[in-house]
T-cell receptor, first 114, second 109 residues
Framework: KAGVTQTPRYLIKTRGQQVTLSCSPI?????VSWYQQTPGQGLQFLFE???????NKGNFPGRFSGRQFSNSRSEMNVSTLELGDSALYLC?????????????FGDGTRLSIL | QQQVKQSPQSLIVQKGGISIINCAYE??????FPWYQQFPGKGPALLIA?????SEKKEGRFTISFNKSAKQFSLHIMDSQPGDSATYFC????????FGAGTTVTVRA
């Protein structure tokens, strides 16, 4: 069974631009969560999508947004990029929203802001 | 603020030794406690997980011990191997995963 696939693996952008990252969950998984990983702040929750609806949101500014499609694939968008947005963005999928469902991560998209 | 506190930040162990990583939490709404292993350039991989109604869970060389009253849990890696050298994260789930800061484990051959 294929794992969580994230594209692209690497991105370089400049301040003020916007970026879209893509995530394909494990087949059959309907919940997709996004996390940001940085050396200073560690792993932080961005948001979770289930059935094309955002179910939960972390403490990030409105420049960070996402969506989920009917096939459970998800995208996240960051507008007006800032230097501090440089990070590894990770997508995780799980079967559904039920508690205790294991979340499986992709290898992430490394975003660098110049 | 960090909802899950993890220690130590790093540890070095000899091949065949035991690695122990500790985590503590305050939020009693947490109801699922996974551990993840991450290698450079890779995403976190689920290693083992426990629910608060269980005090210990073992999978191969990896054991989680859970103390609900103390709000602490730990990961023991028995017979540590060089291939275990990685960063380990504890986490706790309410409606999202809250991660510890990570422990870098180095296993010396």
């Amino acid at each position: 069974k294929a794992g969580v696939t994230q594209t692209p693996r690497y991105l370089i952008k400049t301040r003020g631009q916007q970026v879209t990252l893509s995530c394909s969950p494990i087949s059959g998984h309907r919940s997709v969560s996004w996390y940001q990983q940085t050396p200073g702040q560690g792993l932080q929750f961005l948001f979770e999508y289930f059935s094309e609806t955002q179910r939960n949101k972390g403490n990030f500014p409105g420049r960070f947004s996402g969506r989920q499609f009917s096939n459970s694939r998800s995208e996240m968008n960051v507008s007006t990029l800032e230097l501090g947005d440089s990070a590894l963005y990770l997508c995780a999928s799980s079967l559904d929203l039920t508690a205790n469902q294991p979340q499986h991560f992709g290898d992430g998209t490394r975003l660098s802001i110049l | 603020q960090q909802q899950v506190k993890q220690s130590p930040q790093s540890l070095i162990v000899q091949k065949g030794g035991i690695s122990i990583i500790n985590c503590a939490y305050e939020n009693t709404a947490f109801d699922y406690f996974p551990w993840y292993q991450q290698f450079p350039g890779k995403g976190p991989a689920l290693l083992i997980a426990i629910r608060p109604d269980v005090s210990e869970k073992k999978e191969g060389r990896f054991t989680i011990s859970f103390n609900k009253s103390a709000k602490q849990f730990s990961l023991h890696i028995m017979d540590s191997q060089p291939g275990d050298s990685a960063t380990y994260f504890c986490a706790a789930y309410d409606y999202k995963l809250s991660f510890g800061a990570g422990t870098t484990v180095t296993v010396r051959a």
